[in-house]
């Protein structure tokens, strides 16, 4: 399943860790509504490697790329399964 995309209809496990995942922003970030964007990589509510780019002024897509990119490498070397890479922001 690498490079795989979740789309509807979300099996009854992948739901357990979608909803982790809503849960532990809902429980760790105090400014639900306004916060910086973040990416994180790795497992809703096991280990979850993060990159803030609050501050920084972050418009070139390779950098973007190269980012997300070490932050898979990180997290494979801790765990060889393929992790999970999401968008944290506010908003809808």
Do not use: C
Request: proline share 10%; glycine share 8%; no cysteine.
């Amino acid at each position: 399943m690498v490079g795989a995309m979740i789309t509807e209809p979300v099996e009854p496990s992948m739901r357990r860790v979608l909803r982790r995942a809503v849960f532990d922003l809902a429980a760790n970030e105090p400014r639900l509504t306004r916060f910086p964007p973040y990416v994180n990589v790795g497992t809703p509510g096991g280990l979850t490697l993060t990159f803030d780019e609050s501050g920084q002024e972050l418009t070139d897509h390779t950098f973007r790329t190269d980012v997300v990119a070490a932050l898979v490498h990180r997290a494979r070397k801790v765990d060889p399964a393929v992790p999970m890479v999401w968008l944290t922001r506010p908003g809808g």
